[in-house]
């Protein structure tokens, strides 16, 4: 799966998780530009990426996302 | 993951604008409820059930209705993260018809919300408390090989979910809805695990059946998560990840299924659980087609693989009779052919005594199961349809969208399993007439055509030689006394739902009249079919606070005699009025002449059509029937003069 394609379902589910309409999402996207993007939620994002992109992140790698752009890195090197 | 159960598969999937579709009823102005729940009525995961609660929420704060869902007040005590869980609860409890709000205390604050007087869940005076614990939140020594040691951590353990109940029972009378506990995966030794006194599975074990013992029976209610755990498996269940990283209890993709789970109980806790099973037959009830294949080339028999899946639906069908739901046939089929298997196949498990009724023709299947329900006296929401046939689900979806309608997998192996695992007949008490329900359905049909021949309303009645029998609440009665409560929707006049402990309370009160009614006749005893709660009201006045009866006796002038002993009874009290009110709900328009035609004078009514009648006790007559009267139970006069 390429860049754009990620950044695509990405942004379906970004959509789907915080329940906004069109969203822009870019990688030096983070919580705190994000209303709603607390604890919980960033749990509830990471399990639906998870589902969607049929993989499974360690704990470490989880703890050390800063924005959307690790994201994708992290997608990229699994998917 | 079994994907029956994680992704809900007996309800239909969303459909593509179910987001859309939510928005636009955000923006309406209500009431919502049927609509709602219509949404809710598909296998949804948790962040689609997130958003339907979030709207929930929204039209609750907008102060819009949710009429008709049925509101209901859970608090959740729970030692793990249930964030995720709650807006999961709110949704699917939609699903069921219930307006739920739910009361979340501070992570992990559960004696302390249980034992304190003033807490923010007894305060709240929920309708019942959750206790979402999983095992983590026991005390749990192991004591390798050690039977005294290992049973006094079970004992502490269960000492300990007591002293929670207990806080909960003198703060806020609450129901309280316990869970056993999930087994963790990891072994110790092994197999030896389950056998040796001490280890975590035992203790464990022991602790689950203990839990169930105590509360069976006690008005409150177990919620059975070890085994919904092991259905799904433990290994899927236990998500040690997600426990560290966030303390979620069990696995993410599970919380729709758990969630459906207390929805249903909670359901069942207000009387919402369905009663009758509707077959289809051709394809459902065997395999093939009876019109096409005949009875020698249906498939229903033992040692052929696709029979057996047929027959292992009957045999469901068979055990959902056992323990009282009725049985009913809808089929496109001439009537003569379609009753032929039943008659003549030999490997039939199901006889047409069976069916309580069948209706085979060629009409649509909505008009069919309508007429069924006609003729059952139940409401359409009591109603689960099973056919194989993805049109004829379609189409009775949505045209009743109030019958259950599951889904069902291409492969017949699987019907039985998913029907069960819809959990429609989900029940929280379990009374003796159960047993005998799908019984009275059929002799109710026989009744019915007597009644064809005899003509002659009163000389029918006579002819059923009828022996009414009045008590006051009891321990022996109380069980069903609460199912009535709680079930009854058409001819009840207030529709009060009461709890266990508040029936009890009742019982026990010498201020308030109660009556237990049972009948039977010729065919057999109907078992207890009326309830009536009398409170104090002005002085001299009793209040008829409840009056509920089954429809399985309508006509048989039952209310004319209940209200003759209420009569009798208000007298020997020094009552001078009876004061009734009739609460309108969308289900009971039954009884809405129930007061005018007993001779009692409108006193009021207002604009909801609520209204308020009266009969003084002095000179009221009310015509009696022709029935055998026991009454028993009862202080004497001069008890009661005493009190």
């Not at chain 1, 607390?38 to 360690?58: G, M, P, Q």
């Not at chain 2, 069980?479 to 929707?489: C, D, F, H, M, T």
Request: aromatic letters at 6%; charged letters at 25%.
């Amino acid at each position: 799966m390429d860049e754009p394609q990620i950044y695509a379902r990405l942004t379906e589910i970004f959509e789907d998780v915080f329940d906004e309409d069109s969203m822009i999402i870019t990688p030096e996207l983070s919580a705190k530009d994000v209303v709603g993007w607390d604890s919980l939620t960033h749990i509830r994002l990471i399990l639906s990426i998870e589902k969607a992109f049929k993989i499974k992140f360690s704990t470490s790698e989880i703890g050390k996302l800063k924005n959307v752009g690790d994201l994708v890195t992290l997608i990229q090197a699994r998917a | 993951m079994n994907r029956l159960y994680s992704e809900l598969q007996w309800l239909p999937r969303a459909p593509e604008a179910f987001a859309r579709a939510l928005k636009a009823l955000a923006n309406s102005a209500g009431p919502l409820g049927r609509e709602l729940q219509v949404l809710a009525l598909h296998g949804l995961d948790l962040n689609q059930l997130t958003k339907l609660a979030k709207v929930i929420a929204k039209a609750r704060s907008d102060g819009k209705s949710l009429d008709p869902l049925v509101p209901f007040r859970l608090a959740v005590l729970s030692n793990s993260t249930i964030d995720l869980t709650v807006p999961a609860l709110v949704a699917s409890a939609a699903r069921h018809g219930i307006a739920l709000e739910v009361v979340q205390p501070s992570y992990d604050q559960v004696a302390q919300e249980a034992l304190t007087p003033g807490s923010m869940v007894n305060a709240s005076r929920p309708d019942a408390v959750l206790f979402a614990l999983d095992y983590r939140a026991l005390p749990l020594k192991l004591s390798l090989g050690n039977a005294e040691a290992a049973s006094a951590t079970v004992q502490g353990a269960i000492g300990y979910l007591q002293a929670l109940r207990d806080g909960i029972k003198s703060n806020s009378k609450a129901v309280c809805i316990f869970q056993s506990f999930a087994p963790p995966v990891e072994p110790l030794f092994g197999s030896l695990d389950r056998a040796l006194p001490g280890t975590l599975r035992s203790i464990v074990d022991a602790i689950n059946r203990e839990l169930a013992a105590l509360v069976f029976g006690s008005g409150d209610v177990l919620l059975d998560v070890a085994s919904l755990a092991e259905i799904v498996g433990l290994a899927d269940w236990h998500d040690t990840q997600l426990w560290n990283l966030g303390k979620f209890s069990f696995s993410d993709e599970l919380i729709p299924l758990y969630s459906d789970h207390v929805a249903r109980t909670i359901a069942a806790l207000r009387g919402k659980s369905h009663k009758a099973l509707i077959l289809d037959l051709d394809n459902t009830v065997w395999g093939g087609v009876i019109g096409d294949d005949g009875l020698e080339g249906i498939q229903i028999a033992q040692g052929d693989a696709r029979g057996e899946a047929h027959l292992a639906v009957q045999r469901m069908a068979l055990d959902l009779r056992l323990r009282g739901i009725v049985l009913a046939v809808s089929s496109k089929n001439t009537d003569e052919l379609a009753r032929e298997p039943f008659e003549k196949h030999p490997e039939m498990l199901l006889k047409l005594d069976h069916i309580a009724v069948f209706q085979a023709n060629w009409n649509d299947k909505a008009t069919n199961i309508q007429a069924i329900a006609e003729e059952l006296s139940l409401g359409l929401d009591a109603m689960v349809f099973l056919d194989d046939s993805p049109v004829e689900r379609g189409l009775v979806r949505k045209l009743l969208p109030q019958v259950a309608v599951p889904e069902l997998p291409e492969e017949p192996a699987w019907y039985a399993r998913t029907l069960a695992a819809a959990g429609y007949f989900e029940v929280v008490t379990f009374a003796n007439e159960d047993l005998q329900r799908a019984g009275f359905y059929l002799d109710n049909a026989r009744r019915a055509s007597l009644q064809k021949q005899a003509g002659d309303v009163d000389a029918y009645l006579a002819s059923l030689d009828m022996t009414i029998t009045f008590q006051p609440f009891d321990a022996t009665g109380r069980a069903r006394i609460v199912q009535l409560i709680n079930k009854s929707n058409q001819y009840n006049l207030t529709t009060r739902r009461y709890t266990d402990p508040e029936v009890t309370a009742a019982e026990n009160n010498p201020e308030v009249f109660t009556l237990q009614v049972r009948l039977a006749d010729i065919f057999g005893d109907n078992g207890m079919i009326s309830v009536v709660i009398c409170r104090p009201g002005e002085p001299g006045v009793w209040e008829i606070d409840t009056w509920l009866m089954s429809c399985r006796v309508l006509g048989r002038k039952v209310e004319q005699m209940v209200l003759r002993e209420v009569l009798e009874h208000a007298r020997h009290a020094g009552i001078h009025k009876l004061s009734g009110t009739y609460l309108p709900t969308d289900r009971n328009k039954l009884v809405i002449d129930h007061y005018p035609r007993l001779g009692f004078t409108k006193v009021a009514e207002e604009g909801s059509g609520l209204t308020r009648w009266e009969l003084p006790v002095e000179g009221a007559e009310p015509e009696g029937a022709p029935m055998k009267i026991v009454s028993n139970g009862f202080r004497t006069p001069k008890e009661i003069l005493t009190v």
